[in-house]
């Protein structure tokens, strides 16, 4: 695993966005995995690692989470702005070595022998907006699409549930403590093991100046959930408009992805597979051998 940024424009000046990077930076599959409203690019930890072998995977901080740069100007936290910044980590994913590269030759001969690099997008929640809205997009460079437990249906109690912990901003004494609320407000994420809930929390924890611990994104990305009166977000138009393979994930017991809308999505746009997993909320981590065998074999199979 690496680590690495990209320098994206905001309103008020530039951001960095880091993104951790498996596998060869050779290799012309690009997986971009993209986490949920309050999670991080270390989410797709295990899922890079079964990938790697087989593929470049980019997973992304998306900005005022993780190790990314916080916003200055909280009006800032959505969709088009992460929309524009993932557009600036594409362009530098995807491009073969410059001409004044030391790998030029080796990137002009990668380019004949295979073209252009094919992208395929794994988006949990959140990061399957995100991935659902860019495939909607004419010339569109994903190939192939992973969306994890979300719609082109948000329903508003979804909506007013999350709202409700964004908000709040917790702080606790203790890891421990942290950890506690973490399994606590994520348990819908399901049995996972002790090892797992640790990574979860781990990698998403922040200890302030006066030992506290909380959680590790700006909590200016509540600022929605502030102002405006929840209703259903619809965007069934983006959904009609993709037509590259797509695969629908979705916990048997989601509040997000409900079963009608599923139903609606397998006939619709993409017309994707859909594939449930019992006993899971909102959402599949993608941490467990199952889950993670159902996108690899996605995303490997021949085009």
């Known amino acids: 695993m690496r680590n690495d940024y990209v320098l994206c424009l905001g309103s008020r000046g530039f951001h960095r966005m880091h993104y951790t990077d498996w596998g060869d930076p050779l290799n012309p599959r690009i997986v971009v995995c993209v986490h949920g409203l309050t999670r991080n690019c270390r989410d797709f930890d295990f899922l890079a690692r079964r990938l790697a072998p087989d593929c470049r ?4 901080d998306i900005v005022g989470r993780g190790r990314s740069d916080w916003l200055p100007n909280k009006e800032d936290y959505g969709f088009p702005q992460y929309l524009s910044d993932i557009a600036t980590l594409l362009a530098r994913v995807t491009l073969w070595p ?14 004949r022998r295979y073209g252009t690099r094919s992208l395929y997008w794994v988006g949990t929640s959140m990061g399957g907006v995100i ?8 010339k569109s460079p994903i190939r192939r699409l992973v969306v994890n437990d979300v719609g082109p249906l ?14 709040a901003d917790p702080h606790f004494r203790t890891f421990e403590g942290l950890q506690d609320y973490v399994r606590k407000i994520s348990a819908p994420f399901g049995p996972l093991t002790e090892a797992q809930w640790r990574h979860l929390t781990l990698y998403n924890a922040k200890q302030h100046a006066d030992g506290s611990w909380g959680m590790g994104y700006d909590p200016g990305i509540g600022l929605p959930f502030r102002r405006e009166l929840m209703q259903d977000i619809d ?31 397998r006939m619709r746009g993409p017309r994707p597979r859909i594939v449930e997993f019992p006993g899971i909320g909102h959402a599949p981590m993608l941490l467990t051998e199952d889950q993670i065998a159902v996108v690899r074999d ?3 199979a021949p085009e």
Not at 57 to 60: A, F, Q, R, S
Not at 131 to 138: C, E, I, S, T, Y
């Open 131 to 138: 991935g659902m809205l860019l495939a909607a997009q004419p």
């Open 235 to 265: 965007l069934w138009s983006a959904w009609d408009a993709i037509t590259c393979p797509t695969l629908v994930l979705r916990g048997a017991q989601s509040d997000l992805l409900l079963p009608g809308i599923a139903d609606r999505m």
């Open 298 to 300: 996605f995303l490997l």
């Open 57 to 60: 995977v980019v997973c992304p």
């Open 154 to 167: 948000i329903p508003q109690a979804f909506l007013e549930r999350i709202g409700g912990y964004i908000v």
């Open 98 to 111: 410059p001409a004044h590269s030391w790998l030029a030759r080796l990137g002009n001969f990668l380019q």
